[in-house]
Structure formats: structure tokens, C-alpha cells
């Protein structure tokens, strides 16, 4: 939209829009939204949330997280997620919802009317050029775009799912469609993208000739771009349309609005490198796809499937040949940081044979595609064995060359249990069984890693110097004695999966992960568990207090109490708040099921404070002791 000086809204159009915009229907854009009773629920897009707090209340047309706190009307929630002051977001609403904006001075009602009106007839250009080129296709100029369609196995029903159409070869077959036959102005056209402005004289020629035209489309299904596909020898073999006020190519994937609700569905998208690749898989069955416009990989297109997703997995499958492989490593290095911070799933799957998912359709089942994305790679493991392809680790360079790549990959990664897992595992590896050298090659890569990172200006990670909780202590040293003693092990895990304890520090609640795959033989050795861990963990984990090692069991058995009780009082004071908010709402069948659920926890709490396992904590004073 262009910058304009943003006036005074008339109290009306404020009200209306007010009125007719829907919060789920914004909200739902953005985040991954399940039914909650009459309301609906999703992870809080305000802050690094793990489990859903953010709850949407369609009949109040509120949100409210009860974690971070955010709350507010659908102005506030975009006014936040866009930055954009108040007057900003009520035209972007009015637009949305096709409200007439009124403000108090006449000529910038009719500035921005005629604002909104070109968006408009932009969107209706593009309609039309997409009813144009389907129109084609069927006639008997389409008859060799058509019949190549057929060639790809590409059904009638698919064909017009995706409103696949063609563009005549005539130097001005949609000019003359659009501007002499439906007297659009020749300028908004050329805006739209789809007519070119002749060099040395006047008038203009069709962008799009004698192409196979496939529909770009925004989340709503509404065209804003095309790509087209050459039938002949003409290149570029794949054309798109320019940018324009409509496409911005960075923030958009085809086949986004027929992938939304299936990816939300299996909780996992699927990226491919084509537009005939997605249409092939969503004609047999795989509707969790969508794909790249022939450019880089963005992280705001990411972004975007993040808001469909709840466990932010997402698959990539370009093509296996050597410049899909390539491609797959430029879209790693592009979206590194958000995977990292943001804790996305990329998984990275490559087909059998160097095929591209069309080819391998064509022979092998959608079932057996299935299971193979299923089992990709995640993304790190993925480019450790292209480190590893190839190379003769019995030649010394090719070792040495393996080795400074490893380093230099696992130095761009932040301090953590991943890491260093993957450090031990890769140098056990690359030993090919000798222990000692293990232990060498494992050292010197935290050595290389620490020094590339400090270097590159990254912080590390140092637990030690946060001040823990004493509920950050408590499981640090639940972890220690698991680590400890081997004849705890399987009554740690019995009672926390009977008190349904999760870890608050990211950190132990990974190592935990790692820990119970570790230790399938329980008399496995603290060293042996250990190795794989950041030196500032096993400092804190490792370190042993006597009391561990002279009375564990008592130990565990109040850590476990502690930790009980700590997640009850957190439950108990989340449904407090959810109490508080339904109290206010007037939804009294809700606080009444609310308040049952806080009594049942409350209840839990008195029956764990009865046996009395431990008077003080090694990690507590008398005044934080809770038992």
C-alpha cells in the first residue's frame, strides 16, 4: 500500500469495521487453531510457547494468552503481529472485508477509495486472465497444451482444480481481451504483469505467449501471479510473473490454498521444487504440498507454513539430481537461523534414483512416497552424510577434509544437547572403533567449535552462570542420579511418567530424551552417558553431591515429590486464570467444569505433601523448602 498521511477515521467505519471483521478468521491465518470448548486454542504467536495457551473467543471476539498474557480485539492482535499503528489496520480490514472508508475530510475518502478500488481491479484482471487462459486451453488453439497435460497423466478433474489454462501464441491475444474487449486502462494491466510495453514504439505485447499457464494463488484461492510453462524450444523453459502490488515471489508458494487445511491436518508440510511435482502428489492423494516459485528457498515462506502446523515439521523434497542437491543446501543455509531458533522439524528427503516426485509417482505408489517422508533425514543428519559421501576415511586428507567440514558445521549450531550428541556420535564415526582416537577427535571438535564461534560472535551457552531455580536444580540433580545409579533407572522413569513431569530447562528435557534411548541397558556407565554432553551440563549433572551417592534412593524419591507438587501448582494456577477469564465471561458451565479440574489438583498436591520423604533438599534453604 502506498504511504499516505493517515488521516482521522470516522467513528463509523471504525465501528464497521469493528463489526465485520472475524478474530478467529484473521487469527486462524496465523496460527494453528484447535476447537477448545466454545473457544478455540493455538501456541501463542507473541512468544516461544510449547504448549497451547493462546486461546481465541469467537463469540467475544477476544484472544488472551495464559502464559505471556497478550490480550485484545482483532486491531490489537494485527497492530502487534504487523507493527502497524491503529489507522493502518482498520484500512487493511476495510480492504479485507470490502468496507467503504469514510474520514473527515472528503478527498482522502476518495483517495483511499480509489486506493482500494485499484487492488480491486488488479484482483479482477487477474481473474479474468485466469478465465481466459482456461478458456483456451479447451479451444482448438490449446489443443497441443492440452494434450501434454495428458501426456503427464493429469486428469480433467485436476486440470480444473488448478485452473491449468494456456496463452495463445498471438503477440496481443490477452491485450485485446482485456483492454479492447473489457476496457481495462492498458497501464493497469501492464501492472498486473501480464502485458509488456513495446521498446521504440507505442503499445504493448502480451508477456505470456504460446505457454502452458498454471494459476499462482494467494491462502484465499484468489490469483495474483502466473507461472507459465514453454511448449516449445523457447526460454526461459519456466516464466513467471513480475512482482507486483498483488505477488511479492519471497512471500508466496504454489498451491498454498489447497495445501493449508491438510497440512494442518497431518501436521506437516511437504515443499517441492515444481508446480507439475505438487500437482502430481495432490492428484494421488498428497494434499500437505506445496512448492517454490523457481527461486531460493525464504524463510518468510516458511513463516508461513509455521502458522498450519503445530509441530512445525516440514519436508523438503527438491529434485536428487546435482542441482537439486545443491538447491537443498542453499535453502538449508538460508533457513538455519529460523530452524535453529524456532525449533523447526526440517527434514530433508531425497527420492530413490534421482527422481523428482512426478517421475517417481508415475511407478511407485503414493503409499510408498508416504513412508519416505515419513523416514527423511532431519536436516542436520542429512548433511553430515553428504560430508561423509564419497570420502575414503582411511586416506588421510579425505579424513582430515571430513573432519574440518564437521567443524565447521557443527560451529554454525548453538551449545546444546544436540550438538554435542552429534559430536560424540559423528567422532565414534569417524574412529571407526578405535576409543582413544574417539575421545581425541570429540575434544578437538568442541575445541574448533567453541573457536569458530567465539570468533563469528556467537554466545555460548554457560548454565553455570545462570542463576537456577530451585526447581532447575531439582532436576539437574533428578538427572545426576539417573545418570548415577544404574539401579534407579527404570523406578525414575515409572514414576515420571506416572506424575506426567516434564522438564522446564529445554536443555535437561532434551538430555532426558537422549538419556532414556541411551540407557535401553540399564547398567550402562555414567562415563559412557555422558560423553555426548556440553562440558557446562555435565558440569552441573555430573558433579555429584554426597548425599546423592550416599542416600539416592531417599533423594529421588523428594526430587520426585518436589517436582510433583511444582507441576501441580503450576496446573492449579493455570486453570485459576482460566477461572478468572470464564468468571468474567459469564461462561458459568465452564467455570464450573474449571473449578472441578483446580480441586482435582489441589487434592493432588495434599496427597503429596503427606509422605513426607525428605525434610530439606541438598539445593534448598529452610524458607524454599515446600515439604
Known amino acids: 500500500m502506498t504511504t499516505l498521511l493517515m488521516p482521522k477515521l ?47 473467543s469467537p463469540s467475544k471476539q477476544i ?36 468496507i467503504s472508508v469514510q474520514t473527515a475530510q472528503p478527498e482522502q475518502s476518495a483517495e483511499y477509495a480509489r486506493k482500494l478500488s485499484k487492488r480491486q481491479q488488479l484482483s479482477e484482471i487477474m481473474e479474468l486472465a485466469a478465465q481466459f487462459y482456461s478458456y483456451a486451453l479447451h479451444s482448438e488453439k490449446g489443443k497441443t497444451a492440452y494434450t501434454y497435460l495428458k501426456q503427464r497423466a493429469l486428469s480433467e478433474k485436476t486440470i480444473q482444480q488448478f485452473r491449468l489454462g494456456y496463452s495463445p501464441s498471438g503477440w496481443q491475444s490477452l491485450y485485446t481481451y482485456l483492454v479492447e474487449q473489457k476496457h481495462f486502462p492498458a497501464k493497469l494491466v501492464e501492472e498486473a504483469g501480464l ?84 500437482i502430481a502428489l495432490h492428484q494421488a492423494g498428497i494434499t500437505n504440498v506445496v512448492a517454490t516459485l523457481g527461486t531460493a528457498m525464504r524463510s518468510d515462506q516458511v513463516k508461513q507454513l509455521l502458522r498450519y502446523t503445530e509441530s512445525k515439521q516440514v519436508i523438503l523434497n527438491f529434485d536428487a539430481d546435482n542441482a537439486g542437491v545443491q538447491a537443498t543446501e542453499r535453502a538449508i543455509g538460508e533457513l538455519r537461523d529460523l530452524v535453529v531458533k524456532s525449533g523447526v522439524q ?38 553430515v552424510e553428504r560430508l561423509f559421501h564419497g570420502k575414503d576415511l582411511g586416506q588421510n586428507d579425505d579424513f582430515q577434509q571430513v573432519s574440518r567440514d564437521l567443524a565447521a558445521l557443527f560451529s554454525e549450531l548453538p551449545d546444546s544437547i544436540g550438538r554435542t550428541q552429534y559430536i560424540h556420535r559423528i567422532a565414534g564415526r569417524l574412529s571407526q572403533g578405535n576409543g582413544r582416537l574417539a575421545v581425541q577427535l570429540e575434544e578437538d571438535f568442541r575445541r574448533r567449535t567453541r573457536v569458530k564461534a567465539k570468533r563469528n560472535g556467537q554466545p555460548q551457552l554457560s548454565l553455570e552462570k545462570v542463576q537456577l531455580s530451585p526447581e532447575h536444580k531439582a532436576e539437574a540433580q533428578l538427572l545426576a542420579i539417573f545418570i548415577q545409579v544404574p539401579d534407579l533407572r527404570e523406578m525414575i522413569r515409572q514414576e515420571i511418567a506416572e506424575y ?42 555430573c558433579h555429584a553431591d554426597p548425599f546423592i551417592l550416599s542416600r539416592p534412593k531417599e533423594l529421588f524419591q523428594a526430587i520426585i515429590q518436589f517436582v510433583a507438587i511444582a507441576e501441580c501448582e503450576r496446573q492449579s494456577t493455570r486453570i485459576g486464570q482460566l477461572c478468572d477469564e470464564a468468571e468474567a465471561q459469564g461462561d458459568w458451565d465452564n467455570l464450573t467444569r474449571l473449578m472441578e479440574q483446580r480441586q482435582v489438583q489441589i487434592r493432588k498436591i495434599g496427597q503429596l505433601r503427606i509422605p513426607m520423604r525428605c525434610r530439606i533438599l541438598p539445593f534448598q534453604s529452610r524458607s524454599e523448602n515446600p515439604l
Open 195 to 278: 502485458i509488456v510495453p513495446r521498446g521504440n514504439s507505442q503499445g504493448y505485447y502480451d508477456r505470456f505467449r504460446d505457454r502452458l499457464m498454471i494459476p499462482i494463488c494467494d491462502t484465499k484461492g484468489q490469483v495474483i501471479a502466473f507461472g507459465g510453462r514453454a511448449l516449445g524450444d523457447e526460454q526461459p523453459k519456466y516464466l513467471n510473473s513480475p512482482e507486483t502490488e498483488l505477488f511479492q515471489k519471497g512471500q508466496t508458494l504454489f498451491a498454498i490454498h489447497e495445501a493449508k487445511t491438510a497440512i494442518t491436518r497431518m501436521d506437516a508440510a511437504i515443499i517441492v521444487e515444481g508446480y507439475f511435482d505438487a
Open 500 to 541: 506426567k513431569i516434564e522438564f522446564i530447562v529445554p536443555e535437561y528435557r532434551n538430555l532426558w530424551d537422549v538419556l532414556c534411548t541411551q540407557t535401553e541397558n540399564s547398567n550402562a556407565q555414567a562415563d559412557a552417558l555422558v560423553d555426548f554432553n556440553s562440558e557446562e551440563i555435565r558440569g552441573i549433572l
Open 10 to 56: 470516522d467513528p463509523k467505519t471504525i465501528d464497521e469495521v469493528r463489526s465485520k471483521a472475524d478474530l478467529y478468521d484473521v487469527v486462524s491465518e496465523r496460527v494453528v487453531l484447535r476447537k477448545a470448548g466454545k473457544d478455540y486454542k493455538g501456541l501463542c504467536p507473541f512468544h516461544e510457547d510449547r504448549s497451547p495457551s493462546f486461546y481465541v
Open 63 to 98: 484472544y488472551k494468552c495464559f502464559s505471556c498474557g497478550a490480550s485484545g480485539d482483532v486491531f490489537k492482535f494485527l497492530m502487534e503481529q504487523d507493527k502497524s499503528s491503529f489507522t493502518e489496520t482498520v484500512l487493511v480490514l476495510a480492504g479485507r472485508y470490502g
Open 346 to 383: 526440517l527434514r530433508i528427503l531425497h527420492l530413490p534414483s534421482g527422481k523428482d516426485p512426478d517421475e517417481y509417482l508415475r511407478k511407485c505408489s503414493a503409499q510408498s512416497y508416504l513412508e519416505l517422508a515419513k523416514n527423511a533425514p532431519l536436516w542436520l543428519e542429512w548433511q
